[in-house]
């Protein structure tokens, strides 16, 4: 990504950002979204920064030594400042940095946070010598740059701020901070298009759980519409949020705004009207006082300019954005044009942004100065801004100065950009254009621009083809009998692999530097493979410590992420989905670019059942107009394609998986993680019948990965399943050598039943039992597994129903909900087994056992026409899906039949 001296040329993601950017995208309009502490949406729950606030003080409460923690503290206290446009929330802030400061003076998280605050207050020379050191000190901090980039943009160096961007982005690439900045240049420089290019991207990648700030940033987006006189894309953007977020005043307020465009001044006053009574910050009285004008109340337009010069002179607003509305004002009227003049001096010393230089030159223009006035809105023009309140503005001053072609060239400009505003009414008077066919011709040239805007939102982008060809011992297949090739030795047993390797290099670069956060991340995404390829549960330990550890030093800086997004995935592999889900989101929000922990989001919430909230996760995983890594893709079609095995397409899910691993393939993963996307395709034809090419896809994952658990034991029961009892026995045992996971001996249990070797089976059995009960971590883990073994082998039937109570607690997926209807059926609750039956098939999942479990409870309960489909659609999807089942469900099929043959009753 290159940003160049003229225009931003990024293509990217961006998002919110701790990253106090007061630059706003139009002139009174707050780069802030406001919310009053007495807000309904503050109060109706808390928001991410009120918890982290929580989590924070929680922390210093448990180890009040421990420095870092107060930078946390400063940092969910800026962005509750934000949220709330609450200036208490910034002396809260400069609190909790005195506090850390008394520990460490020289921490750099704390003297971060202190430039950000300064940032905040608007303090940008302060700031920027504080990030300068900063830099000097550690020249590979991305956030520092950022702070330099947003001190030369207020200070309007923008050259400066785009090598600060630059920097950003060369060394982490989409990071959201740099992206915000350059989104903020583009609009500067006059690119409209490419603003809410990024605008748009940054709303399709932020977490769904992050509302207010998807609210945000939608506002941002409209505001940029509004200015560029896109009103009808604007309103149906805001008419969206304010459903995602009633009562938000930066809605109502962008709301009322598009409405007075809209020449429907008494809706802009009763949207305005209801924004103030959220929050009644001076910008929304400002705009509230200018619609109360434009429809014929001067009355109330009068208190409510008295109310906004009150709340815009409070101390608390000396440095805020409001004050350039204020300058404007004071300009409009001779009484108070010297005022306007001093405010704006006092506001051009602090800082030299556009918006900044054209109130000062209208305060200069309303002062009779229109020399220097014209001086200084050139200064505003020159930067590339295309607004046409700036244009409007210098042609006022033009006119003064009876340059009267370059008058009506601003003018003219400022018709063009927005047709429909206050400016635009302004520029048609200088220009004696008539109003009403200005007006017809900028509602049709808005619809025009919709409907492009429209078009090309819905083009989609069409996946790319994949062939992958698994030609590799292939098995001779018969109508009824399959010859399985056998499997050489040498793919039975593990083979070393980096992990080990991985694991001794961080263990030795924390031994050198004890301190070094990056080495403790690479530590626990070490164990944490190591747990992937080895299932030893205790790896999950180790990999949670060392995570922590890191996240101790750089729990609010971007490289917390990686260690935030394993922690995320050691949740998910401990069974801790609301965990996972924390932990995935917290990743995201840091604003670092790397939007892979979505793909965790979307594994927790698949887990927990809520598969809509898991398919809104995957697909940001992959934004569109975005150049897709294969890494990136393999992510998302691999959890797609489950999702599309649990509504019930298994073709589909097979064709999107085979993508995936073309995918994998290309994207070079490590061993394990491609072997298990085999093992998961051979999963798929498994469940669709289709054995020998089941058995190719797992033979191929061993292939890859010799001594894979996964594939030797899904090996084992497909072979079982088929007849091939002696060689399932000698693959489920390779299984269990590597991983002896409860679900793996119950298999090679009911083999030896079926084989004939009851006293062995019994073995098995017991080591089942003694196996899921073995530490807590196991019982959590194997919940599930032991509830449904006790239930299919009439044991312990009272536990088999706690243990699948037990795991809905944590999980509720269509398999846990299938675990409960097998319990529930075999305690004798036949009525509720049916109804956990039918929410576990509920998406038409084609799940032969599934089906075979809800047939089964059908006939108890009388259903038998419902039974005998259940059942045939069981064995049509795979007459082979169960070494016990498949046989139990032929003979009841039989059964049922020759009952209805026979006139039995058949109904209920």
């Known amino acids: 990504m290159i940003i160049t001296s003229a225009r931003l040329v990024i293509v990217a993601l961006f998002a919110p950002i701790i990253l106090q950017t007061?630059?706003?995208?139009?002139?009174?309009?707050?780069?802030?979204?406001?919310?009053?502490?007495?807000?309904?949406?503050?109060?109706?729950?808390?928001?991410?920064?009120?918890?982290?606030?929580?989590?924070?003080?929680?922390?210093?409460?448990?180890?009040?030594?421990?420095?870092?923690?107060?930078?946390?503290?400063?940092?969910?206290y800026l962005r509750r400042a934000r949220e709330t446009d609450n200036p208490d929330f910034l002396l809260e802030t400069e609190k909790a940095i005195a506090r850390g400061f008394k520990l460490d003076p020289a921490n750099f998280q704390l003297q971060k946070a202190e430039v950000a605050l300064m940032l905040a207050r608007h303090e940008y020379p302060e700031a920027r010598e504080k990030a300068v050191a900063l830099n000097r000190r550690t020249p590979d901090d991305v956030m520092v740059y950022g702070y330099l980039a947003e001190t030369d943009i207020a200070l309007g160096d923008y050259t400066s701020a785009e090598k600060s961007a630059q920097w950003m982005l060369n060394m982490l690439p989409n990071n959201i901070p740099a992206l915000m900045i350059g989104a903020q240049l583009r609009v500067l420089y006059g690119d409209t298009d490419g603003a809410l290019e990024f605008l748009k991207l940054a709303y399709e990648e932020t977490s769904p759980?992050?509302?207010?700030?998807l609210a945000w940033i939608a506002n941002k987006m409209a505001s940029v519409q509004i200015s560029a006189g896109e009103v009808q894309a604007a309103t149906a953007l805001l008419e969206q949020t304010a459903q995602l977020l009633p009562g938000y005043p930066y809605t109502l307020m962008n709301l009322g705004r598009?409405?007075?465009?809209?020449?429907?001044?008494?809706?802009?006053?009763?949207?305005?009207?209801?924004a103030r009574m959220v929050d009644s910050n001076p910008y929304i009285l400002y705009e509230l006082a200018t619609a109360e004008v434009v429809a014929g109340e001067e009355k109330d337009a009068s208190?409510?300019?008295?109310?906004?010069?009150?709340?815009?002179?409070?101390?608390?607003?000396?440095?805020?954005?409001?004050?350039?509305?204020?300058?404007?004002?004071?300009?409009?009227?001779?009484?108070?044009?010297?005022?306007?003049?001093?405010?704006?001096?006092?506001?051009?010393?602090?800082?030299?942004?556009?918006w900044t230089i054209d109130a000062y030159a209208w305060a200069l223009y309303a002062n009779g100065n229109f020399s220097q006035a014209e001086i200084e809105e050139q200064k505003a023009i020159a930067v590339?801004?295309?607004?046409?309140?700036?244009?409007?503005?210098?042609?006022?001053?033009a006119t003064r100065l009876d340059h009267r072609?370059?008058?009506?060239?601003?003018?003219?400009?400022?018709?063009?950009?927005?047709?429909?505003?206050?400016?635009?009414?302004?520029?048609r008077r200088s220009l004696g254009i008539d109003a009403v066919a200005a007006d017809e011709h900028a509602v049709a040239d808005s619809a025009d621009r919709a409907m492009t805007a429209s078009e090309s939102a819905t083009a989609e982008s069409t996946p790319h083809p994949a062939n992958t060809e698994l030609t590799s011992m292939r098995p001779i297949q018969t109508a009824s009998v399959i010859a399985f090739a056998p499997i050489p030795a040498k793919l039975l047993v593990p083979q070393p692999t980096d992990t080990d390797r991985r694991i001794r290099n961080a263990q030795a670069l924390i031994s050198r530097n004890p301190k070094d956060a990056a080495a403790y991340s690479a530590l626990g995404a070490a164990h944490f493979q190591h747990a992937r390829e080895t299932g030893d549960v205790s790896d999950y330990q180790l990999a949670e410590e060392s995570l922590n550890k890191s996240l101790d030093l750089v729990s609010t800086d971007f490289a917390a992420d990686e260690p935030l997004s394993t922690m995320a995935e050691v949740c998910m592999g401990e069974h801790r989905f609301a965990d996972a889900l924390t932990y995935a989101q917290k990743a995201l929000s840091l604003g670092s670019g790397d939007v892979s922990s979505f793909a965790i989001v979307g594994d927790a919430y698949a887990d927990m059942g809520e598969y809509d909230k898991a398919a809104q996760a995957y697909s940001r995983l992959t934004p569109r107009d975005m150049t897709l890594s294969p890494r990136a893709t393999y992510a998302r079609d691999s959890r797609i394609s489950y999702l599309k095995f649990i509504a019930g397409d298994t073709p589909g899910a097979i064709a999107l998986m085979k993508i995936a691993v073309a995918e994998g393939t290309e994207a070079q993963l490590p061993r394990e993680n491609l072997a298990w996307l085999y093992y998961e395709l051979g999963e798929f034809y498994a469940q669709a019948g289709d054995a020998a090419s089941a058995d190719i896809a797992y033979v191929t994952a061993l292939t890859i990965h010799p001594?894979?658990?996964?594939?030797?034991?899904?090996?084992?029961?497909?072979?079982?399943?088929?007849?091939?009892?002696?060689?399932?026995?000698?693959l489920l045992r390779a299984a269990i050598a590597v991983v002896p996971m409860p679900v793996f001996v119950a298999d090679l249990g009911d083999l030896y039943a079926r084989s004939g070797n009851q006293a062995e089976a019994q073995k098995q059995y017991q080591l089942v039992e003694y196996m899921g009960l073995l530490g807590h971590i196991n019982q959590v883990l194997h919940n599930r597994d032991l509830a449904v073994f006790y239930a299919d082998h009439d044991m312990k039937l009272r536990a088999s129903l706690d243990l699948a109570q037990k795991e809905l607690e944590v999980r509720q997926d269509v398999y846990s909900w299938d675990a409960l209807a097998w319990a529930l059926y075999k305690n004798g609750k036949t009525e509720q087994a049916a109804e956990a039956s039918r929410k576990a098939l509920r998406f038409g999942t084609k799940d032969s056992l599934l089906l075979f479990h809800a047939g089964m409870i059908s006939e108890r309960i009388g259903l038998r026409d419902q039974a005998k489909g259940q059942l045939t659609q069981a064995l049509q999807i795979n007459p082979h899906f169960h070494l016990l089942f498949a046989q139990q469900a032929q003979q009841h099929l039989t059964l049922l039949q020759s009952q209805a043959a026979s006139g039995g009753n058949n109904g209920r």
Do not use: W
């Open 22 to 76: 007061q630059e706003p995208m139009r002139s009174g309009a707050s780069d802030k979204a406001p919310i009053s502490t007495s807000s309904p949406i503050a109060s109706h729950s808390q928001s991410s920064a009120e918890l982290r606030i929580a989590n924070a003080e929680k922390q210093i409460a448990k180890d009040p030594a421990k420095v870092n923690t107060y930078s946390d503290l400063a940092a969910a």
């Open 209 to 213: 759980t992050e509302v207010e700030e």
């Open 258 to 274: 598009a409405r007075l465009e809209q020449h429907r001044a008494q809706d802009a006053v009763a949207l305005l009207r209801k």
């Open 303 to 354: 208190q409510t300019y008295t109310d906004f010069e009150i709340a815009a002179t409070h101390p608390t607003s000396a440095f805020d954005d409001s004050q350039q509305d204020l300058i404007v004002f004071y300009a409009s009227t001779p009484a108070t044009a010297t005022k306007s003049l001093e405010l704006a001096q006092k506001r051009i010393a602090l800082r030299h942004d556009v």
């Open 384 to 397: 590339g801004i295309q607004s046409a309140q700036i244009y409007a503005h210098a042609g006022c001053i």
């Open 405 to 427: 072609e370059q008058a009506t060239k601003y003018f003219e400009l400022s018709l063009k950009i927005d047709p429909s505003s206050e400016f635009a009414s302004k520029a």
């Open 707 to 730: 001594g894979d658990y996964r594939a030797l034991a899904a090996l084992g029961k497909l072979r079982s399943n088929h007849g091939n009892y002696n060689e399932a026995i000698v």
